[in-house]
């Protein structure tokens, strides 16, 4: 399984003391907030570009953000490898459009108490799905076992369409190990990576 370390509580004060901890990781993750789709703020396309200067790992986008199109016209500049937008969002068809224009790989995210349903006209669309394994808004949550269930959903479209499976939230020692089993091919990990001595290491281990 690969990982993508989120930065949502990442100590930016001493980013160059950890960012080359990283450099093993698959993407960096990097959560937008509108304060609007989820009840807080996180950070915008200029601290972004600072990780795409201090960082080669290609970088994963995550807009929790009401109106995605004007955050994609806003992060296309960075080239990620994926932008990834809600389900639940305005715009939904046209954003996925934009995304594709642009050459940038497409996520379509669904948040906990979103049937997976919602997401199966879009599969042949999008290269990414990205189940929410906590409510979106902020780090250091428990991981919803339950969501699991939607995974197994998933893995049944993988042999008609091309996509890749992302979890996001509350990812651990213990959980990963689910995650691994479910057949998940990318799990995103913020907090308990940061609280590792050795955050190295810990990548090497675990994909
Ligand atoms: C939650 C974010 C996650 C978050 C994960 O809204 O999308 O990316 O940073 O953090 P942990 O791993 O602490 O749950
Ligand atoms: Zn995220």
Redesign the pocket.
């Known amino acids: 399984m690969k990982i993508a370390p989120?930065v949502?509580?990442a100590p930016i004060e001493n980013i160059k003391d950890w960012i080359k901890g990283l450099d093993d990781a698959y993407m960096l993750?990097l959560?937008i907030m509108d304060g609007h789709f989820?009840p807080n703020l996180s950070f915008g396309i200029e601290i972004a570009k600072t990780y795409k200067r201090l960082s080669d790992v290609p970088l994963d986008v995550?807009l929790?953000t009401t109106h995605p199109l004007q955050w994609i016209h806003q992060f296309k500049v960075i080239k990620p490898q994926f932008i990834t937008l809600h389900v639940e969002a305005k715009d939904v068809e046209k954003s996925i459009e934009t995304i594709k224009k642009e050459d940038i790989g497409v996520g379509l995210a669904v948040k906990p108490n979103t049937p997976i349903d919602v997401i199966l006209p879009y599969l042949n669309q999008v290269d990414l799905v990205l189940i929410m394994t906590?409510e979106?808004?902020?780090?250091?949550?428990s991981f919803m076992i339950d969501m699991l269930k939607k995974v197994e959903q998933l893995q049944s479209y993988k042999e008609k369409y091309h996509f890749i499976i992302q979890v996001?939230?509350?990812?651990n020692d213990d959980t990963i190990k689910l995650c691994e089993v479910a057949g998940i091919d990318v799990a995103?990990?913020?907090?308990?990576l940061f609280k590792q001595e050795n955050m190295k290491l810990w990548l090497q281990n675990h994909q």
């Open positions: 989120s949502l509580n993750h959560d989820v995550h929790m906590v979106p808004g902020f780090g250091g949550q996001d939230g509350g990812i995103v990990v913020g907090s308990h």
